[in-house]
């Protein structure tokens, strides 16, 4: 089954917008960590966000924010306005937490393509 | 200045051949992975190390091989019976490996076998 999923192949947004890319996961463990990446073209990637699965208040980290909905299983990141530079692969990831059969493991979605159009 | 770094960033074989991709990192991080990433995928765990000399598999090790003799190295060898090398592969590390540890991305090595 996947763990998870990212429904969204591809967004585009206005720059100066904001957009929000969806992620559900899927775990019975009650300790777990959700992760957002950015994969520009160049390959590498970016670290953006982080949410425990304890943690009561949203996280944000400047222009990310992480919609974090424990009971819907659900950990969007909405960007605020949006930049040119926005544009790139995205990617959320879980990893679960001790006692889990995956300890230690990322397990990663298949990605969101985002284009930000001047 | 503190990262992973791997090398080399394109690399090129002959099928039947071994390969061995460098992964090496100055964190002082307990945990290092291995992700492979297909064109237009997200990244698949091939093998990770939560101490040194221990390693277990992840999701698709099966023509995989590493070896972790040192806290800061973890290459990972691509053998003759991997059936699709081709692809793009990321090194990572994290303090400890618990749930809440952020995890720090390499550049990334493109290996095409022809």
């Known amino acids: 089954a996947q763990k998870i999923t990212q429904t969204q192949p591809g967004m585009f947004v206005q720059e100066k917008e904001a957009v929000t890319l969806d992620c559900t996961y899927d775990?019975?463990?009650?300790?777990?960590?959700l992760f957002w990446y950015k994969q520009p073209s160049s390959g590498e990637m970016i670290f953006l966000i982080y949410q425990g699965s304890y943690d009561e208040q949203n996280a944000t980290e400047g222009r990310y924010s992480l919609n974090f909905q424990k009971a819907r299983k659900s950990a969007n990141l909405v960007i605020s306005a949006s930049q040119l530079g926005d544009s790139a692969m995205y990617f959320c990831a879980m990893r679960e937490g001790p006692g889990g059969t995956s300890y230690g493991k990322l397990t990663f979605g298949q990605g969101t393509i985002l284009t930000v159009h001047p | 200045d503190g990262g992973i770094t791997q090398s080399p960033k394109y690399l090129f074989r002959k099928e039947g051949q071994n390969v061995t991709l460098s992964c090496e990192q100055n964190l002082n991080h307990d945990a290092m992975y291995w992700y492979r990433q297909d064109p237009g995928q997200g990244l698949r765990l091939i093998y990770y190390s939560q101490i040194v000399n221990d390693f277990q598999k992840g999701d698709i090790a099966e023509g995989y091989s590493v070896s972790r003799e040192k806290k800061e190295s973890f290459p990972l060898t691509v053998t003759s019976a991997q059936k699709n090398p081709t692809a793009f592969y990321l090194c990572?590390?994290?303090?400890?490996?618990?749930?809440?540890?952020?995890?720090?991305f390499g550049p990334g090595t493109r290996l095409t076998v022809t």
């Open positions: 990572a590390s994290s303090l400890r490996g618990l749930a809440g540890d952020e995890q720090y």
């Open positions: 775990t019975s463990d009650q300790s777990y960590g």
